[in-house]
Nanobody, 121 residues
Framework: QVQLVESGGGLVQPGGSLRLSCAAS????????MGWYRQAPGNQRELVAT???????NYSNSVKGRFTISRDNAKNSVYLQMNSLKPEDTAVYYC???????????????WGQGTQVTVSS
């Protein structure tokens, strides 16, 4: 099995910064895409940012220029640096990854348990 564990959420004032981390562990042969999604109360889960090996990064328009996604492939980890945070960024942030567990296996999608980010004065 594969587990994704997020950390780094919390309460921050508008204009502040937070850095989220996500580490994947378990039976991992290769990770293709790692990314972050978020879900605010009453809303659907939405893409924040993704990073695909060999293809680059992708951001939602609402966070472009404020958030930066990065990866450490040696640690099977992905990070989200969030700057200039706004109250509308308040949500549960979920880590997501497409993982190949063995050379003969297909890519499988996994989710973390989520970490709360609250932007409020």
């Amino acid at each position: 099995q594969v587990q994704l564990v997020e950390s780094g959420g919390g309460l921050v004032q508008p204009g502040g910064s937070l850095r989220l981390s996500c580490a994947a562990s378990g039976n991992i042969y290769r990770i293709s895409t790692m990314g972050w999604y978020r879900q605010a109360p009453g809303n659907q889960r939405e893409l924040v940012a993704t990073s695909t090996s060999g293809e680059g990064t992708n951001y939602s328009n609402s966070v472009k220029g404020r958030f930066t996604i990065s990866r450490d492939n040696a640690k099977n980890s992905v990070y989200l640096q969030m700057n200039s945070l706004k109250p509308e960024d308040t949500a549960v942030y979920y880590c997501n990854a497409d993982v190949q567990r063995a050379f003969w296996d297909r890519l499988r999608n996994y989710w973390g348990q989520g970490t709360q980010v609250t932007v409020s004065s």
